[in-house]
């Protein structure tokens, strides 16, 4: 079992840059998870950001451009989503999650953090 939650996220301008942390607690480490960020923009359905497996591998959504760099910190049980050159249209609520498996978007993810909401103008 494994609890989420992610940090305040914040407003910032077309082409800035802003970093998502997310702190897992519980009786098992996020080390053996498969971790990921999901967004809900407006308008649309939550999808997915980028995952990162136990093993330290990342996949992301092909949408990004390779703006967005997701990472791990196992010894401190929380999860990064460095996201770069951001659009309006990043713009949005992002969520954690810990699933299970095969380690990509679609893995089976049962926990979930609250969101954050992320501005960008």
């Known amino acids: 079992h494994v609890q989420l939650v992610e940090s305040v996220g914040g407003s910032v301008q077309a082409g800035g840059s802003l970093r998502l942390s997310c702190a897992a607690s519980?009786?098992?480490?996020?080390?053996?998870?498969?971790m990921a960020w999901f967004r809900q923009i407006p308008g649309n359905e939550r999808e997915g950001v980028a995952s990162?497996?136990?093993?330290?591998?990342?996949t992301y959504a092909d949408s990004l451009e390779g703006r967005f760099t997701i990472s791990k910190d196992n010894a401190k049980d929380t999860l990064y989503l460095q996201m770069r050159s951001l659009k309006p249209e990043d713009a949005g609520v992002y969520f954690c999650?810990?699933?299970?498996?095969?380690?990509?978007?679609?893995?089976?993810?049962?926990?979930w953090g609250q969101g954050t909401q992320v501005t960008v103008s």
């Open positions: 999650a810990a699933g299970w498996g095969h380690c990509d978007l679609q893995a089976d993810f049962r926990a």
């Open positions: 519980g009786a098992t480490h996020m080390s053996s998870f498969c």
């Open positions: 990162i497996a136990q093993d330290g591998r990342a």
